[in-house]
Structure formats: C-alpha cells, structure tokens
C-alpha cells in the first residue's frame, strides 16, 4: 500500500504541521512523483492526535459531511473518493473497508470512524499500530464484533490485513502463538493481546524498511513472491519475517 501524505498535509491540514519539528524526508514515494510530503509519517500521526490536528480533521469531514444526507456523517461514495486519494487501494477494497467500519449498516461513517480509519492508515505507514492499538483497540473490537456474542470471527479480524497490509497466513501465526486456530472467536481481551503480538512485529519491520531506505533510498516493500498466493489476500503486503525492499 502506497500512502498520498501530501493529501494530508495539504487538503486536511493545510500544510500547518509544526514547522520547529519538521525535517524534510526526501520521499518514500517522492522520486517516483508520487509523494512530495514534507512530513513523516510519524509528524503526521502525531498532528492527527494533537487537539489542534483533531480540529483540523474534523472541520474538514464536516465541510464534506455537509454535502452528505445525514447527521454530520459520510457517504459510501465519499469514503471512496477520500481513500482514492489518500492511498492505492483497489475501489473493491475500499468498499470492503467500509462495509467493515460501518457496523451500524447505515451506509454512512461518523467522524470516530473516519478518525480512526485515517489514523490506522497513518500509523501503517509509520509504524505506530502497536501505539494506534493502545489508543483505539477497545473502539476497533467494539465495531469489528458481534453485538450479540461479543466476539470476532476470523473472517472479520483476517480483514483488517486490507487495511495494513498483514497476511492471512501471518495473523493464523500469530493466533498460533496463543494456542488459538482460525475457527477461534475472539474475546476483547484475546483481540487485543493477539493484535499487539501481530503489530509490534510488524512495527518492527517496518522500522527495519525505514532504517534501510535511508542507505538505500527506498521504503517500498511486497510479499515475498515465493509465498503461495492461496494464504494472502489480495494485493497485501506481509510485513512478518518475509518483508523485503523492491
């Protein structure tokens, strides 16, 4: 997954990041003319989380919300268009994120949503899920299971690898770790120790990616090609123990 942070700088925050902590990356994507931001990842995470950020983000999503039927709420079409813009996610893939946020089935997201949604996104990018799982793991469980049992499915927590990128094959590792299997439902407090053990792997990794872009100019990472096409969905990246520099 390639992420537009340019798009957030400038349509969501304006360019009005803290200049005193700024320091110009030189570009996951900017060589290829795909990302020109001048804000990491992680500035850019931490901005979405300052009380300044927050308000920045929200006045944007209600100057669209405005234009939406509903309370203060956005479109199917609108969240299409957003992620369109702020990622390379196929349109199947971002109605599949959206069918998943929207636990309500009203076909409209709320600002909590889309708050979190964007932040995910972000800390993918800059490796914080381990810190984006502390802030909103309770809320993410919350949408994710069933109102009735209180409990994740596979199918539904395996979904969450469209957003990050995380295998099919990587989350069954980590549900292998707990003594758990595929046809496990997920607890809230199993949800949360699994999902740490998964990200902060993953965060590991992508720290690895960071630490090697800066020898040898570049962040981009795929799946191992060897790896069977049957484990993984569908252009995901598998970060665990097989990410590799393209």
């Known amino acids: 997954m390639r992420i537009n942070l340019e798009f957030l700088e400038t349509d969501i925050f304006g360019s009005q990041l803290d200049s005193a902590a700024s320091t110009p990356t030189g570009g996951s994507y900017a060589k290829l003319g795909l990302n020109r931001a001048k804000f990491s ?9 300052s009380e300044t950020g927050a308000g920045q983000a929200k006045k944007w999503f209600l100057v669209k919300a405005a234009n939406c039927p509903g309370d203060n709420a956005l479109s199917e079409e609108l969240i299409l268009q957003y992620l369109r813009k702020l990622t390379d996610f196929d349109d199947y893939v971002i109605l599949e994120i959206f069918d998943l946020l929207d636990w309500q089935d009203s076909g409209l997201l709320a600002f909590n949503e889309f708050l979190m949604l964007t932040a995910l996104i972000v800390a993918r ?4 899920c381990v810190h984006f799982l502390e802030h909103y793991g309770q809320r993410m469980f919350d949408v994710l299971a069933d109102p009735t049992t209180k409990e994740i499915e596979f199918s539904k927590y395996a979904r ?10 990587d989350v069954v590792k980590a ?6 299997t595929a046809s496990t439902r997920l607890s809230s407090e199993e949800f949360l120790r699994v999902s740490r053990a998964l990200l902060l792997e993953f965060d590991q990794q992508v720290e690895s990616v960071a630490l090697s872009d800066r020898s040898r100019g570049s962040t981009f990472i ?8 049957h484990v993984r969905p569908p252009r995901t990246v598998s970060c665990v123990g097989r990410c590799v520099i393209v």
């Not at 990842?41 to 989380?49: A, C, M």
């Open 41 to 49: 990842g992680k500035q850019i995470y931490e901005k979405l989380h």
């Open 125 to 128: 990018e800059a490796g914080l």
């Open 160 to 169: 969450i690898g469209f957003i990050l990128g995380v295998s099919e094959y």
């Open 175 to 180: 549900l292998k770790m707990f003594d758990m």
């Open 222 to 229: 795929r799946i191992d090609a060897n790896e069977p096409e």
